[in-house]
């Protein structure tokens, strides 16, 4: 079957999981990967918790199934850090990218990591986000550090994606704030 | 070669539709449709197709404009889920027995109630006798394909009839996937010129579906019959003219590592790429196991069916929809096809992934472990059971 290099995201209804999902997505079609991007859903309404899946792969990808032990969890509401139980989801060795003001070992400390061998990165994407857009839409931070902390994706391809799918959407205005806000995040995430 | 794009399942009807630039579009929006209807849409209002779009008011509604349009002549298309269909229902049969070559999305949907709005394939089930062209898809790819095909063997003058395409509400519909589009041309030059013009004409006028009883119904309803059995001939002609054209080759029923295999596990859309991925890691432990799909389950292929099965030794099929007093629809239809034939395999049936449950990879590899008891002891043969449901 290949590696497939699966993600989950944690985040809520409004805060962009699913388009950050599909950015991600669309950037690493260009880099000629197989890919997928799907959302759980329960009934959708802003503010609920929701989970977001990625599968990146250089092989067709054929599952069609949820993602249960990812290689890279990306939290983007930290006020769900509580419900994840990293320790039983995570592959051993994977990584997890949370948004927060907390620094490396802080976060570190307060989330359910057991004795799990695993790479943890903070990026306060809520932080940028509110500078940048004036809101708290952190998704476009997170693909920014997520592009430094990988290599999976191309900065400028994400900018192309960004212009292509969101400009009619949001106008010009909107779009370089978050380009912005992804330079902001590639820049700040501590490799 | 063509480069890969990005599209949701959902997208990649509407993009079909989009490249076949249909004459009239009715649809009216219903989870996890609505994609395709907001998509197809969306590419009217930039006037990226000449198509009418027909913003109707329910899904019976939607089935009656696209058979009035496709009676007139017009190429015609719509798309639903689960009660949408239901609602339908009666202009279904209608655009049927009309020898309309309607084609319509279907994003598979549980039918209510309790009110579920995941994917199983109560809704394409429920209309196996509308007489309808149904074709089951796996991923976004094949919906995409499919879609263009299934134009070509709608139209073709020994068919006419209408055909549903079908694929997993959210668990396609709604996943991103690397799909491979045609350009507008190719797209154009396959479908060809329209060749049925319609029956209602200004200077012709006349009325369709009047009154037909016990004098000529019966006949009208055999000729559905008749036309039905000659679907599969145009389907060979259209898949391998596809693949000649566009290097992509499709079967009534694709086999996966069957070459070899004595057992089999057989089930129709999503569910087979993870079907497939289990029979990989089985076959890296020895076990001589392989997937079949039909891609077609109206008309339902019964000589392919005759001709395959007898291979294997013991067969699992995979039902993701219910027929409550009764046996499955796909493992139910396969043992009729396998009546009287000698060496039949035995066969068992699964009940699976109702209302979205997930089927996941665990789940299919205790399958695989009762697929081999069945074949090593006949234990389970001719009987069906439910996969992942609580007791």
Request: charged share 25%; glycine share 8%.
């Amino acid at each position: 079957m290949g590696n497939v290099f699966e993600i989950t995201w944690y985040g809520r209804g409004g805060l962009g999981a699913k388009t950050g999902a599909i950015l991600l997505a669309d950037a690493a079609i260009t880099a000629d990967k197989f890919v997928q991007a799907f959302p759980e859903y329960g009934p959708e309404r802003m503010g609920a918790p929701l989970k977001v899946y990625n599968r990146i792969s250089d092989v067709e990808i054929r599952l069609h199934t949820a993602i249960t032990h990812p290689d890279f969890i990306i939290v983007i509401d930290p006020s769900l850090l509580q419900n994840i139980d990293f320790n039983e989801e995570l592959k051993d060795n994977g990584t997890i990218l949370i948004n927060t003001d907390n620094s490396v070992e802080e976060i570190r400390s307060k989330i359910k990591l057991g004795n799990k061998n695993a790479k943890v990165y903070a990026i306060d994407a809520t932080g940028i986000s509110v500078k940048v857009l004036g809101k708290n839409i952190p998704n476009i931070a997170i693909l920014g550090a997520f592009s430094k902390i990988t290599g999976l994706i191309e900065l400028e391809e994400v900018k192309k994606h960004i212009h292509e799918k969101l400009m009619t959407k949001y106008g010009k205005d909107i779009i370089n704030k978050n380009i912005e806000a992804l330079e902001a995040a590639y820049k700040e995430v501590e490799k | 070669m063509g480069k890969y794009i990005a599209l949701t399942g959902a997208e990649s009807a509407a993009f079909a539709m989009k490249q076949i630039n249909p004459d009239v579009v009715a649809a009216y929006p219903i989870t996890p449709q609505t994609p395709v209807a907001m998509k197809f849409s969306e590419y009217v209002a930039n006037g990226e197709v000449n198509t009418e779009y027909v913003t109707v008011e329910s899904e019976h509604s939607a089935m009656s404009a696209t058979v009035g349009a496709a009676a007139a002549g017009a190429r015609a298309m719509t798309a639903t889920a689960s009660n949408g269909l239901a609602l339908m229902w009666e202009i279904v049969y209608i655009a049927s027995s009309m020898r309309l070559p309607i084609l319509m999305a279907v994003v598979n949907r549980a039918l209510s109630g309790p009110i579920n709005i995941h994917g199983d394939h109560s809704d394409a089930m429920g209309a196996r006798d509308s007489g309808w062209i149904q074709i089951f898809n796996e991923n976004n790819q094949e919906v995409y394909d499919s879609f263009i095909m299934a134009l070509r063997i709608a139209e073709h003058p020994d068919v006419l009839t209408p055909a549903m395409v079908c694929q997993d509400g959210f668990i396609t519909s709604h996943s991103v996937e690397n799909v491979m589009p045609l350009t507008n041309e190719q797209v154009q030059k396959f479908i060809g010129k329209k060749k049925f013009k319609g029956l209602i004409t200004a200077d012709k006028p006349f009325t369709m579906g009047p009154l037909d009883l016990q004098d000529y119904y019966f006949e009208h309803k055999k000729q559905q019959h008749e036309a039905m059995k000659k679907v599969f001939a145009v389907v060979e002609e259209v898949q391998n003219e596809y693949a000649k054209e566009f290097g992509r080759k499709y079967s009534v029923i694709e086999e996966y590592r069957t070459e070899d295999a004595d057992t089999i596990i057989m089930g129709l859309n999503s569910v087979m790429g993870n079907v497939k991925t289990v029979v990989d890691s089985a076959r890296e432990k020895g076990i001589k196991i392989g997937a079949v799909k039909p891609r077609f389950f109206r008309p339902f292929p019964v000589d392919y069916l005759r001709d395959l099965l007898p291979k294997f030794k013991a067969v699992v099929v995979l039902d993701r929809s219910d027929s409550f007093g009764a046996m499955p629809p796909l493992y139910s239809e396969t043992l009729a096809a396998l009546y009287g034939i000698e060496n039949a395999p035995m066969i068992k049936g699964y009940i699976h992934g109702l209302g979205g449950r997930d089927t996941n990879l665990a789940m299919i590899e205790t399958v695989v472990d009762n697929l081999q008891k069945l074949k090593d002891t006949g234990e389970g043969n001719l009987t069906f059971e439910y996969l992942g449901v609580r007791e």
